[in-house]
């Protein structure tokens, strides 16, 4: 008798109807690892639903998730992936969208902006929800001013709608931008100026390089003078030679000094914006987003 009373417990264990729920639950434990940050093993166990349920109603929305994860777990290349194959294989325009989004902010980790810019330009031309369009205005925004296009940047942070999140962090980024003023250097004055050996440097505040480039360009040229002047026609070639490579250089780095500057400046102002403006803002977790994903007909 205990033995047949422990055949039936067994058999009810084993059935459906008592594993009916298990399914939901293993998908609750990968949204608690995602809210905990532990994103590479949510992206397993959002991995191990895919497999074991390829027909759920759910697959667009943890196909998303997966990229998030990516995404939020530093792993920009593999979050495009995501997304990239999300807006290839999704037949809702809104899921589309979402997974373009996601691409976007991929490269702009990554600090691919000119990519990030073009596939935010693509969603202005679509028709989106206004947390959408505002979010996408604002990377649209940031990824210009990476650039260093700053009136474009500008322009993007002015789309916000006022009642966005973000208008506020948007007006305070565009009022930065527009009062910008980037120390700058001329390659081309450089260049002449090191027509003389070291005033070029001089300009660029180079003081030591200036002081080497004058002593050495001095040196040569003397040196081949000196040397010429002896008719010491093999060595006197050899050292002008020499003076007019190093002569060259001290000109060539003094421009390259100058575009160096005008980089280096504009590195340090986009650094300032993204300590202003980071990237890893989230997308809209639990229902907000899920929403979108669940009410589409797939």
Do not use: C
């Not at 031309?125 to 940031?142: F, I, T, V």
Request: no cysteine; hydrophobic share 45%; glycine share 8%.
């Amino acid at each position: 008798m205990v033995r047949l009373l422990l055949l039936v417990w067994i058999l009810l264990w084993l059935s459906p109807a008592h594993g009916a729920d298990q399914p939901d639950e293993n998908l609750a434990f990968a949204e608690h690892l995602f809210a905990q940050r532990d994103f590479y093993r949510a992206i397993t166990e959002y991995q191990r639903y895919l497999f074991q349920h390829p027909d759920s109603p759910k697959t667009s929305w943890l196909r998303f998730r997966i990229g998030q994860s990516y995404l939020r777990g530093g792993k920009a290349l593999a979050a495009h992936g995501a997304f990239a194959d999300l807006e290839q294989d999704a037949t809702d325009e809104r899921i589309r969208q979402w997974a373009i989004l996601g691409q976007a902010r991929a490269f702009l980790l990554q600090g691919l902006t000119l990519q990030a810019a073009d596939r935010l330009l693509d969603l202005q031309e679509r028709e989106l929800p206004p947390h959408m369009a505002g979010l996408s205005r604002y990377l649209l925004g940031s990824a210009h001013a990476r650039n260093g296009s700053f009136a474009q940047a500008q322009t993007a942070f002015a789309s916000l709608h006022p009642d966005h999140a973000l208008s506020l962090q948007a007006n305070k980024l565009s009022a930065r931008l527009g009062e910008v003023d980037l120390p700058h250097k001329s390659p081309a004055a450089a260049g002449l100026l090191s027509i003389v050996p070291g005033l070029g440097h001089m300009y660029l505040q180079e003081y030591t390089v200036a002081l080497t480039a004058a002593v050495w360009n001095g040196l040569f040229a003397y040196a081949a003078y000196d040397t010429l002047r002896s008719r010491q026609w093999g060595a006197g070639i050899l050292l002008a030679a020499l003076e007019l490579f190093w002569y060259s250089g001290t000109i060539y780095g003094a421009v390259s000094g100058a575009q160096r500057f005008n980089r280096d400046a504009r590195l340090n102002f986009i650094e300032e914006l993204e300590n202003q403006a980071p990237l890893d803002l989230p997308f809209p977790d639990g229902g907000s987003l899920a929403s979108i994903f669940f009410s589409t007909n797939f």
